[in-house]
């Protein structure tokens, strides 16, 4: 069975060129005069189809056997794992059948059909997408293409670390990465154990989607409370995953941010990055700039990790019409 390494990741960075885009990493002199640091903005948002994930869905994808491509790709996500997929298929293509959640934003599922992949609706409250997703895939024979649970996709993840020690010379003293499935920050800490071990990894969550804190604090694996909602809508998990979750617990440590931290997060990269990011690809930016990680005198890379934002969402935040559910 294949174990996800800093060797994967480097061999993901051969098999995604040319597909995935080598992101920018970003700097901008207002907000290092804000934050007293140096920070180094890696814009995922940016990147194919407008989030991360493009990465893991094509290093998991594209190794694919002519006989599973016939048999073509399911998946279950929020959005951003959804398009990612939708769009590897459609470059293969191959049939991808996507399982979201009923209150996915539009512009998530519009992608979504955009790059010809077949949507199942389901209601997160009441109904397990993984065990839809599951019995898609057995009664078509498809592949399952987990979200964070998959060591390619935790590798293909694992590039952005890579790319950037390489864009900032491996002069990084700690990285902010937000934290959902663990997919993302797994594949970083790959990355940054190998290429720079005494540089921190600090995970950023949503207030009441705190599982990975839970979880590192307890060294297992846990739920959060009952949570009433948040605008990362692409945060929302109940537990760390099952591979991510031990990669993950290098990480230095986990901080949480509120929605209206976030909000504000939202704002500030639109209106002085120039930068369209959403919420759940927010949260770290949000985190440096509520004072929950210490920046001043230090280089700190940022994960802007994705920007398909609700158009509506997007136009009450950036006109101070926003109100945080709590």
Not at 16 to 32: D, F, H, Q, W, Y
Not at 66 to 83: I, T
Not at 234 to 259: H, K, W
Request: aromatic share 4%.
């Amino acid at each position: 069975m294949h174990t996800a390494s800093f060797a994967g990741v480097r061999d993901a960075a051969r098999q995604i060129a040319g597909k995935a885009v080598r992101t920018p990493l970003i700097e901008s002199p207002a907000l290092n005069a804000l934050t007293g640091g140096r920070i180094l903005l890696k814009a995922e948002n940016l990147q194919r189809a407008g989030a991360f994930k493009f990465r893991g869905a094509w290093n998991r994808i594209s190794r694919l056997t002519d006989e599973e491509k016939a048999r073509g790709v399911v998946a279950y996500s929020s959005g951003n794992h959804a398009q990612a997929v939708a769009a590897a298929a459609q470059i293969l293509g191959i049939e991808a059948i996507i399982v979201m959640p009923a209150d996915s934003p539009k512009v998530k599922v519009e992608g979504v059909i955009g790059f010809g992949g077949e949507v199942r609706m389901y209601d997160r409250y009441t109904e397990s997408r993984e065990a839809i997703g599951e019995e898609i895939a057995a009664s078509k024979g498809s592949v399952l293409v987990r979200p964070f649970d998959d060591p390619f996709v935790i590798e293909g993840q694992g590039t952005i670390g890579l790319e950037i020690m390489e864009q900032a010379d491996g002069l990084i003293d700690q990285l902010a990465c937000g934290a959902s499935g663990g997919g993302l920050i797994a594949g970083i800490n790959l990355a940054m154990d190998a290429l720079s071990p005494d540089s921190p990894v600090i995970a950023v969550e949503p207030q009441h989607y705190n599982d990975m804190q839970l979880s590192i604090t307890a060294n297992e694996r846990l739920t959060h409370a009952p949570a009433p909602g948040t605008i990362c809508d692409a945060l929302m998990t109940d537990r760390p995953g099952e591979l991510t979750f031990p990669i993950n617990r290098r990480v230095d440590r986990v901080e949480t941010v509120s929605d209206a931290e976030v909000a504000a997060a939202v704002a500030y990269a639109f209106k002085v990055l120039k930068q369209v990011v959403e919420p759940g690809g927010a949260v770290s930016l949000a985190a440096v700039l509520a004072g929950k990680i210490e920046t001043r005198d230090r280089t700190t890379a940022v994960i802007l990790s994705g920007g398909n934002v609700d158009p509506a969402l997007f136009a009450a935040i950036i006109e101070d019409r926003f109100t945080p559910i709590s």
